[in-house]
């Protein structure tokens, strides 16, 4: 391995002296509770969020493919249903013919 | 408690009433792993980042990959690796490192870096906290993956060993890391002592 710049060894040997740490390492009052409780208790938004990861895609897939089956089930109805809507509309009806006959006359 | 002077706690069995979803179990893990991850966050803890939320996300993650622990290593070592891993990763969200400038340092941290630039040696325990403030502003202009080899091989003077133990990296990359740690300090120590004379 390559040896240290000698400033950074002078620099870290002198840092090492310092006064160690004493802050307590003991979890603070009710930290693990809290902690279980979200990993295991009720839902964390981690659990959410790697529920909808995993089944997010699955469930666009689905929607896309039943979309699909109505749209091709429901074609012919609905377009027979168009053509007869366009075939109603073509045909003028008696009472508009004797308005226009009128007003002519 | 502490994972070193707490020989009487049944990891195995916690962690089987654990996988069982036993929440005192939980908790009681959570107690007993909590000095060892809090020595590390606290040793790799980036700005702006509160230590318990950090240690919180520790330990939910060690909760989530629970299914995936194998035993290959000591249940610590692999809780330590995760430890580590979230360290760097909020160390590398971080992006931007603050420039190292003489202007921003203390009266007592420029002295101590003048002394160790002109090789004179200073002593006091004064020193000693400013020296400590000047390396933790050293490592912040390093990768977090160079940074945290640096600070356990130099700082904590662990072996490469424990180094492996700690972040499952292999000696080789661990080498590789210090090495560019050291290559990227040497260039800091030359620009600084440019900056000084002029």
Redesign the interface.
């Known amino acids: 391995?390559?040896?240290?710049?000698?400033?950074?060894?002078?620099?870290?040997s002198?840092?090492?002296?310092?006064?160690r740490?004493t802050?307590d390492?003991?979890?603070?009052y009710g930290?693990?509770?809290?902690?279980?409780?979200?990993?295991?208790?009720g839902r964390?938004p981690?659990m959410d969020a790697?529920l909808f990861s995993r089944y997010g895609l699955r469930a666009l897939g689905v929607s896309c493919v039943l979309a699909a089956a109505c749209a091709a089930a429901t074609f012919k109805p609905v377009i027979t249903a168009i053509e007869n809507e366009a075939a109603a509309l073509s045909e003028t009806p008696e009472e508009v013919v004797d308005t226009i006959d009128a007003g002519s006359a | 408690m502490s994972v070193d002077a707490d020989a009487d706690f049944d990891l195995g069995a916690c962690l089987e009433r654990v996988r069982a979803r036993d929440q005192e179990a939980a908790r009681q893990l959570v107690e007993h792993l909590h000095p060892l991850v809090i020595r590390i966050v606290r040793g790799h803890l980036p700005r702006r980042v509160l230590e318990e939320d950090l240690t919180q996300e520790v330990f939910m993650k060690m909760f989530t990959r629970l299914e995936q622990y194998q035993g290959s290593v000591p249940f610590p070592h692999w809780v330590s690796r995760i430890a580590v891993t979230t360290c760097i990763d909020h160390l590398r969200a971080q992006k931007r490192r603050p420039e190292f400038r003489w202007a921003d340092l203390s009266e007592t941290e420029a002295e101590v870096l003048d002394n160790v630039l002109s090789d004179t040696s200073a002593a006091d325990a004064g020193d000693a906290l400013a020296a400590r403030e000047l390396v933790t502003k050293l490592l912040d202009q390093l990768k977090p993956e160079d940074r945290l080899v640096i600070q356990l091989l130099d700082l904590e003077q662990k072996t490469l060993v424990e180094i492996r133990e700690l972040t499952g990296w292999n000696t080789t990359l661990i080498k590789v890391r210090a090495f560019r740690a050291r290559r990227k300090l040497k260039k800091l120590f030359e620009q600084l002592k440019q900056k000084e004379r002029s």
């Not at chain 1, 391995?1 to 870290?12: C, D, G, H, I």
């Not at chain 1, 002198?14 to 006064?19: E, Q, S, V």
């Not at chain 1, 390492?25 to 603070?28: I, R």
């Not at chain 1, 509770?33 to 990993?39: D, G, I, K, P």
């Open positions: 391995m390559s040896t240290n710049p000698p400033e950074w060894s002078r620099l870290v002198l840092a090492r002296r310092a006064p740490e802050r390492e003991a979890a603070p930290f693990a509770t809290r902690v279980a409780a979200l990993a295991l208790g964390a981690w790697s």
